[in-house]
């Protein structure tokens, strides 16, 4: 399924899962066990502040300890996506998720998710998905 040497970058929608149910627990304790798993800032800013309410300091210091892919947004690219899902007839997706489209896109990594807009997304744009 995976390349060698490939680094996953982990959307949030998976950890929300792996976090609440774990119905996913047994892929993502893979990747992490392979120790090929990222996150970026925008990903952490959708967790951490659940987290901090919660008082998840231990799960919150794990997730700092992941590796950071850098997020250098192309706003043209940005915008190159939104229009693709206008025209593609994929609607609501929000700029968040599109950069984070371009944050795979512009690393080659692979994109594990469970969010159906990136499945979508990828039936009209070549890019490395993790089917769940």
């Known amino acids: 399924m ?7 970058l982990v959307d949030s929608s998976v950890w929300i899962d ?7 627990s047994a892929l993502l304790d893979n990747f992490i066990d392979q120790n090929i798993i990222y996150v970026n800032d925008l990903i952490l800013s959708e967790l951490i ?21 850098p997020l250098n947004i192309n706003w043209e690219n940005i915008i190159s996506l939104q229009t693709l899902c206008l025209k593609k007839g994929i609607n609501k997706v929000g700029i968040p998720d599109l950069i984070i489209l371009d944050n795979v896109l512009s690393n080659n990594l692979y ?4 969010d159906k807009h990136f499945k979508l997304i990828h039936n009209h744009k070549n890019f490395l998905l993790i089917d769940y």
């Open 2 to 8: 995976l390349e060698n040497e490939q680094k996953i």
């Open 49 to 69: 502040p659940y987290l901090n309410i919660k008082k998840q300091t231990k799960v919150i210091r794990l997730l700092y300890n992941i590796s950071k892919i």
């Open 111 to 114: 994109l594990y998710t469970l």
């Open 18 to 24: 792996y976090f609440k149910s774990g119905k996913n």
